[in-house]
């Protein structure tokens, strides 16, 4: 039978005892009013009467006037006969009134109605002997009767409350201890139940689950469990630190390498919200607030990280691979991850240090000689000397460009180890965008003149005072001005502009040259790179450190061109 007929057939059943018993109880309550009522209403009321006749009788006795409460009680007696034998007594009584009104003191007359009214009284007293009987049976068979329907609801009620529950609660503890089987991986658990109910279709349906969660189970577990021993063993072994996220950024695993330069224990880490990690951790900190949310997200390469590991400083490019996933039966991927892998590059660091400071001892010991060569040049220009022919000056200014070409690489192969190792030094003060502008001018106007460009400034008035190194942005300025007219026309244009810009003042020249191709743009700043097909007539190295005299005054610096249309190198300074 299915519950839910068990449960409309006992709250049903009971339902119906109970309105059976307030049935039988009212109706055996209303039986015995009414037997009472009969009682109160009829007899009690004959005896009243027959009472106060018998008093009204005293009262002539005494010869007081008592006849009208006589007559009066004898009326109302008259219309309340109700008992056999009754009538016939207050007959006589009736007979008798008009012989008491003719002679109202007779005491033989007086008897003879008293005889009459105790006949009245008599028989109600009787009426209500029998009455009260026929209420106590009423009684008793209303109690029997609401005693026997109570028993019967009490032994109904008794049964469901035995019955009922264990029959839903005990399906239920059995699927329930099951299911708590099944969760502790006990796949080969079933419920034995064999009702055809609710909770049996329940058993059937668990039963397969179970018996489907075993077969997958045995089919599958040892391989996962295998390939996931492989991946952890995989990783913990890699030499790079390796940490991997969800996509709530909560770290799912990290190796010991990671481990080791974070200075963290495992169970500090795994399970726990990196976010949360970061608030105490400095490098975890570093590795997780610029995680692209999307799959493909263009950032700037990220500056390597300097860590004390190891009992030395070592640094670390950091690399972020994001997990996706195409859903099955969806079209978009889903981002449901990042791996963080931190690369060694402190060998190549060490490389690079050795590099810049061999670099800054060569230049600084080719200078003398540079110094050297151009002093002697001098002294062979001088007619002092002695006459020099015409191919002796050819030799001597060929000389003169080499050498001066010499004394530029070594300057900028100068400001480039300052740069790497740090040893820059600025005098940043409010300096006025008009004097650097002129200082730069001055610079490149022979040069502008030998090829008959034009320098085209636009300017504004009153521009406020900037931040800045004078000397360290009017080189870069220079810088523009010089590259503009290398690669400018003879005869062309080079526009200067110097506007406000956000919070700050931008420099900006623009040259009419062929422009640079979109694939280098991202380069243009990196170090010894130069445009493939350009005149190689410098070192690469002006424009890096254009950007790091710029960054390093808090200032921003970069380049709009297009292939046909030109560039425009640009940097902007905070105002004073």
């Not at 005896?47 to 109302?76: H, R, T, W």
Request: hydrophobic share 40%; proline share 3%.
């Amino acid at each position: 039978m299915k519950i839910k007929t068990k449960l409309r057939l006992g709250i049903g059943l009971l339902f119906t005892m109970i309105l059976v018993l307030s049935v039988v109880g009212i109706k055996n309550i209303t039986a015995l009013k009414n037997d009472t009522s009969n009682i109160l209403a009829d007899n009690y009321n004959s005896l009243e009467y027959s009472e106060n006749m018998i008093a009204a009788l005293d009262l002539l006795q005494q010869k007081q006037d008592g006849l009208p409460v006589f007559e009066k009680n004898l009326n109302l007696q008259k219309n309340n006969i109700t008992e056999p034998g009754e009538g016939e007594a207050t007959g006589e009584i009736v007979g008798r009134l008009d012989k008491l009104k003719a002679d109202p003191f007779n005491a033989n007359l007086h008897l003879m109605i008293r005889k009459d009214i105790s006949r009245v009284m008599e028989v109600n007293r009787a009426a209500i002997e029998h009455k009260s009987s026929i209420a106590n049976q009423t009684a008793k068979t209303a109690n029997t009767w609401i005693v026997l329907s109570s028993t019967l609801c009490f032994l109904f009620g008794m049964t469901l409350l035995i019955n009922l529950p264990g029959n839903i609660a005990n399906p239920v503890r059995e699927l329930t201890a099951s299911i708590k089987e099944i969760a502790g991986k006990n796949y080969s658990q079933r419920v034995h139940y064999r009702g055809k109910n609710e909770f049996g279709e329940m058993a059937d349906s668990f039963n397969t689950m179970a018996e489907k969660l075993e077969e997958y189970n045995n089919s599958n577990l040892s391989k996962i469990l295998i390939e996931k021993i492989r991946i952890e063993t995989l990783i913990n072994n890699m030499h790079e630190p390796v940490i991997g996220l969800d996509e709530n950024k909560t770290v799912l695993f990290i190796n010991n390498e990671a481990l080791k330069i974070s200075g963290l224990r495992q169970d500090d880490i795994i399970g726990k919200s990196a976010q949360d990690i970061a608030l105490k951790n400095d490098l975890i900190r570093s590795l997780v607030n610029d995680l692209p949310q999307a799959e493909k997200t263009e950032i700037l390469p990220p500056a390597p990280l300097k860590i004390y590991a190891d009992n030395k400083e070592s640094y670390f490019e950091k690399e972020v691979v994001n997990i996706t996933i195409k859903p099955t039966g969806e079209r978009e991927k889903k981002m449901i991850g990042h791996v963080i892998i931190l690369k060694n590059i402190t060998p190549f660091k060490e490389l690079d240090f050795a590099k810049t400071n061999f670099i800054a001892t060569v230049s600084h010991e080719l200078k003398t000689p540079i110094s050297s060569i151009k002093m002697s040049l001098l002294l062979l220009e001088n007619q002092n000397t002695g006459h020099v022919n015409h191919e002796q000056q050819q030799l001597i200014e060929s000389i003169k460009e080499d050498s001066d070409r010499l004394l530029k690489i070594t300057g900028e192969l100068l400001n480039m180890s300052q740069v790497e190792t740090g040893n820059i030094q600025l005098n940043i003060q409010q300096s006025r965008p008009e004097l650097i502008l002129e200082y730069a001018l001055e610079a490149v106007k022979v040069q502008a003149e030998q090829k008959q460009i034009g320098l085209m400034v636009e300017m504004e008035e009153n521009l406020p005072d900037v931040k800045a190194d004078t000397e360290k942005t009017a080189w870069v300025l220079i810088n523009f001005l010089t590259n503009a007219i290398r690669y400018s026309q003879q005869q062309g244009q080079i526009h200067i502009q110097i506007k406000p810009h956000e919070n700050g003042i931008q420099f900006s020249v623009k040259d009419e040259g062929k422009g640079i191709d979109s694939r280098y743009r991202a380069k243009i700043f990196n170090r010894y790179f130069q445009v493939p097909g350009s005149a190689k007539s410098g070192t690469g190295l002006g424009l890096a450190i254009s950007k790091e005299f710029i960054e390093a005054q808090g200032g921003h610096i970069g380049v709009n061109s297009e292939i046909g249309m030109g560039s425009t190198f640009f940097f902007d300074l905070a105002k004073s």
